[in-house]
């Protein structure tokens, strides 16, 4: 009878634990609204977030990117970066109208983290291309490390600025002007990946991946997109009464974060690179 009691016990905890779970997890399967290439791990964390990690080793890298494209929106996104020596690695949260190649005419909003041997600081890369115009990067050192927990990264894209946000804190306001090129007309799809930038990420190249350290894997979770979602005939699809980042800009607050971020974080601005600028500095920078 005390084994029956106990087996009824077990299978009513089970039930219970059951639709605490599958609900959550139901929700949280933002995964699905992605196609993935190489190696990503989805699974469910203790509180029923979806993560998914992607792996880089000598063969590949990993990334997913978003079926829908956007017009305007605010994304975010949870990551927990590559830990101990990531030098060489280059992690991504990014939107692109997709078109690649040399000479070509994308839209883009890159969050970039850069790679670094073991204790140095991480570098966040953040820069926009309008009509295939780009160059136009602020990277930051993180002022804490983002591979021993996870934090919070957000874009956010109106038709007046592009805002890049951290943990909540802004860290930079790209703004528009009426005679400079800004993206405001090619739909964007989410990009998420992990790829060898061995040439490039860490100390301009002078350290590449370590590869005896592989696989590399950085997570993320908690993604969301409160966004217009582009149609191929027709005015994009807003969210009705969710759609306040569309006249969102800096307020108070913002503007001392930025303050604070420039003194403190920023580590190099465009619009002050002028071997990178013979001829004159992009039209934008003298309006900052």
Known sequence: ???RSLVLLLSSLAVAVLSILQP?????????????????????????KQVASLVLDRSSGAGFN???????GEFSVEMKLVPGNSAGTVTSFYLTSGETGKGDDHDEIDMEFMGNSSGAPTVLNTNVWASGDGKKEHQFYLWFDPAADYHKYTIIWNDKNIIFRVDDVTVRAFRR??????????????????????YWATEKGNIPIDWSAAPFVVSY??????????SEHGKPSCPAGR??????????????????????CLQYNYCEDGWRFPEGFPGECSRE
């Open 177 to 198: 002007y009426a005679d400079l090129p800004y993206p405001d007309a090619k739909p964007m799809a989410v990009h998420a990946t992990l790829w060898d930038g061995s």
């Open 1 to 3: 009878m005390a084994r």
């Open 66 to 72: 978003s079926t829908q494209k956007y017009l305007f």
């Open 243 to 264: 759609n306040e980042w569309m006249d969102r800009e800096l307020d108070d607050t913002d503007r001392l974060t930025v303050a604070w971020a420039r003194r403190n």
């Open 24 to 48: 959550a997890s139901a929700q949280s399967a933002w995964l699905d609204e992605f196609t993935t290439d190489g190696e990503v791990r989805a699974d469910f964390d203790a509180t029923g």
């Open 221 to 230: 979770r908690g993604y969301t997109a409160n966004a217009c979602v582009a």
